[in-house]
């Protein structure tokens, strides 16, 4: 199931400082993860379109879809129903988050053998930092000794990038999934940048890569057609600068250990749009209580709350408040949930979530360590 590592090969960016170039960087994303968990525990579904999120006469959304469900055009975030009509003979499943998260745990496990500095994206996806660890084995090794772990003890796949910084490292890890290992070497950046698409550049999203397109940037190159004082007049310097480092495969970003558990929460898709507020509360009301139990479950204090609001046309809102004094019960969640439900609402509500965070463990003031982040 492994394959040698592709390596990408070219130039020196004489811009980086070289004890930054120094730094070891591995990116690990499963292949297709909740799918594959599912054909772990069902091997009947390998080969499968396999689609999971839930049925396809539900509001269910797409969260992962197998290799062979993304061969019709299938995709995250996509209505299940739309997923059903590219392709109809695909098997539709309600994700398991438990399981997954059972999984992932292993993974991270895994993970720690190999670093002490572990930087948790998802369920699916990590950095490691293992600059310290490579003192006299390669970075690649590594990632592919981590890549066999995972195999052989779990049996499901991943994809691995390794270079010297966290955005290469990802760029790298996407390069040749499934199953794949990419290595961009420090020597390789100046070649590797211009051709990349900047909207592959993550953290430019869909509606910075339109507005860099209004401009005529579409890839890395085009940012240096561009006067850097130019750029800060049209996007601002905070971007310009971003840009302008990150067009170059400078990411100066280290790898932070943040196993701890950001935030806890809840969501429900309603069956039909719900305009009336006492509808709402009672919604509201239900997931107050159950991320009330999740929290109770993990034995942590939150002192701070986010409203999620999806409406009818998908458009999204969050509200938040923090508290001086953690919440206790689940009639104060939703207390104060209502209080920034009945700000107002613009159009019949599809979703709603509620999110708790500033977590605290309920013995002391130090945030609760989870492996991994979720």
Same mark, same amino acid.
């Given at each position: 199931? #492994?394959?040698?590592?592709?390596?990408?090969?070219?130039?020196?960016?004489?811009?980086?400082?070289?004890?930054? %170039?120094?730094?070891?960087?591995?990116?690990?994303?499963?292949?297709?993860?909740?799918?594959?968990?599912?054909?772990?525990?069902?091997?009947?579904?390998?080969? %499968?379109?396999?689609?999971?999120?839930?049925?396809?006469?539900? $509001?269910?959304?797409?969260?992962?879809?197998?290799?062979?469900?993304?061969?019709?055009?299938? $995709?995250? =975030?996509?209505?299940?129903?739309? =997923?059903?009509?590219?392709?109809?003979?695909?098997?539709?499943?309600?994700?398991?988050?438990?399981?997954?998260?059972?999984?992932?745990?292993?993974?991270?496990?895994?993970?720690?053998?190999? @670093?002490?500095?572990?930087?948790?994206?998802?369920?699916?996806?990590?950095?490691?930092?293992?600059?310290?660890?490579?003192?006299?084995?390669?970075?690649?090794?590594?990632?592919?000794?981590?890549?066999?772990?995972?195999?052989?003890?779990?049996?499901?796949?991943?994809?691995?990038?390794?270079?010297?910084?966290?955005?290469?490292?990802?760029?790298?890890?996407?390069?040749?999934?499934?199953?794949? %290992?990419?290595?961009? $070497?420090?020597?390789?950046? @100046?070649?590797?940048?211009?051709?990349?698409?900047v909207k592959k550049i993550n953290g430019i999203g869909p509606v910075?890569?339109?507005?860099?397109?209004?401009?005529?940037?579409? %890839?890395?190159?085009?940012?240096?057609?561009? $006067?850097?004082?130019?750029?800060?007049?049209?996007?601002?310097?905070?971007?310009?600068?971003?840009?302008?480092?990150?067009?170059?495969?400078?990411?100066?970003?280290?790898?932070?250990?943040?196993?701890?558990?950001?935030?806890?929460?809840?969501? =429900?898709?309603?069956?039909?749009?719900?305009?009336?507020?006492?509808?709402?509360?009672?919604? #509201?009301?239900?997931?107050?209580?159950?991320?009330?139990?999740?929290?109770?479950?993990?034995?942590?204090? =939150?002192?701070?709350?986010?409203?999620?609001?999806?409406?009818?046309?998908?458009?999204?809102?969050?509200?938040?408040?923090?508290? @001086?004094?953690?919440?206790?019960?689940?009639?104060?969640?939703?207390?104060?949930?209502?209080?920034?439900?009945?700000?107002?609402?613009?159009?019949?509500?599809?979703?709603?979530?509620? @999110?708790?965070?500033?977590?605290?463990?309920?013995?002391?003031?130090?945030?609760?360590?989870?492996?991994?982040?979720?």
């Open positions: 199931m #492994l394959e040698s590592p592709k390596q990408i090969r070219g130039g020196t960016l004489k811009e980086i400082h070289p004890e930054f %170039l120094k730094r070891k960087i591995i990116h690990v994303d499963m292949d297709a993860f909740f799918a594959a968990v599912e054909i772990l525990d069902n091997p009947s579904l390998k080969g %499968l379109p396999l689609v999971i999120g839930g049925s396809p006469q539900s $509001r269910c959304v797409v969260c992962t879809a197998s290799y062979e469900a993304r061969k019709f055009g299938i $995709r995250s =975030a996509m209505a299940c129903s739309q =997923a059903y009509r590219l392709c109809p003979d695909a098997v539709f499943l309600m994700p398991r988050h438990r399981r997954y998260v059972e999984i992932s745990k292993e993974i991270f496990l895994i993970f720690a053998r190999y @670093s002490k500095k572990i930087e948790s994206v998802s369920l699916d996806e990590g950095y490691l930092d293992v600059t310290e660890e490579c003192q006299g084995e390669s970075a690649s090794s590594l990632a592919k000794k981590i890549k066999e772990d995972i195999w052989n003890e779990i049996g499901i796949t991943a994809s691995a990038g390794v270079a010297p910084n966290k955005m290469l490292a990802k760029l790298a890890s996407e390069k040749q999934k499934p199953d794949g %290992l990419t290595v961009i $070497r420090p020597e390789s950046i @100046s070649a590797f940048m211009p051709t990349l698409p910075t890569a339109e507005k860099l397109s209004k401009y005529g940037i579409s %890839l890395c190159s085009d940012i240096y057609k561009h $006067r850097k004082m130019d750029l800060y007049e049209k996007l601002g310097p905070r971007l310009a600068e971003w840009l302008w480092d990150h067009g170059q495969g400078i990411c100066r970003a280290p790898v932070e250990n943040n196993h701890d558990r950001k935030s806890v929460g809840s969501e =429900a898709t309603f069956p039909k749009d719900l305009t009336d507020l006492d509808s709402l509360k009672k919604e #509201l009301q239900e997931i107050a209580q159950d991320v009330h139990e999740r929290l109770s479950k993990k034995r942590l204090l =939150a002192m701070s709350l986010t409203l999620k609001i999806k409406y009818a046309d998908f458009s999204l809102e969050t509200r938040s408040t923090r508290l @001086s004094t953690p919440f206790t019960t689940s009639e104060e969640i939703f207390r104060y949930a209502l209080l920034l439900l009945e700000r107002g609402y613009k159009q019949p509500i599809r979703l709603l979530g509620l @999110s708790l965070g500033r977590l605290q463990d309920r013995k002391s003031d130090v945030i609760q360590v989870q492996v991994p982040l979720f």
